[in-house]
């Protein structure tokens, strides 16, 4: 990673794009729960501070770093979307559509869109560039990586109180092996993702596997 994570946003800004918005999602791998995306335009000449990429950062780190970009942003939005569009869209599209509604949701318009990965989005709205692993190499898409990362969390704790017994405060939504254990016993709950495995091997509440 580069040690001034603003490089990026700076050599734009002295190009004289001054809005410069950051895209990045959370969510397209686990088999329950929404895909959330955000999108966060940094202010010119505020550091980047404890904002890192969301996968660097403790869960203790990522709140802190949340509440700075809350602070210093110099505009942020979120977008969800639902279990039932993820199994109709598949985990990509529902990416690349929750990035996008995160950019209009921006209170302001912006000169550039910087994407995490090696896909620009669905918009026409402003210039784009993919940037591969740029959640390590733009401060805007860190930003992005933990407002997207944060929120769903903070989501999928709530859901852990509305379907007890699945563990979704501890994974997330992810297939861990606490996850398919209960799920298991259990069965799926509304934000299962009906069209992955191994929700979509269930049979009458059982999954439908060899052990």
Request: aromatic content about 6%.
């Amino acid at each position: 990673m580069s040690g001034d994570l603003t490089a990026v946003e700076t050599r734009l800004w002295q190009q004289g794009a001054r809005r410069v918005a950051g895209v990045d999602e959370a969510g397209r791998g686990p088999i329950a729960g929404p895909v959330v995306a955000a999108a966060v335009v940094w202010r010119p000449g505020v550091a980047a501070g404890p904002v890192r990429d969301s996968k660097a950062l403790s869960e203790r780190q990522r709140d802190t770093a949340f509440a700075y970009v809350h602070e210093h942003a110099l505009a942020w939005a979120v977008a969800m979307v639902g279990v039932e569009d993820v199994d109709r869209m598949n985990p990509l599209r529902a990416a690349l559509h929750a990035m996008a509604l995160a950019v209009q949701r921006l209170r302001l318009p912006v000169d550039r869109i910087l994407v995490d990965g090696n896909m620009t989005l669905p918009l026409r709205t402003a210039d784009q560039q993919a940037i591969v692993k740029g959640d390590a190499r733009s401060v805007s898409i860190a930003a992005a990586s933990i407002m997207a990362k944060v929120t769903r969390d903070r989501w999928m704790r709530r859901c852990d109180e509305l379907f007890p017994g699945y563990g979704f405060a501890e994974h997330k939504g992810y297939g861990s092996a606490t996850h398919i254990r209960m799920l298991r016993e259990l069965g799926p709950c509304p934000i299962h993702r009906r069209s992955f495995a191994p929700v979509a091997g269930l049979k009458q509440g059982r999954l439908a596997l060899d052990d």
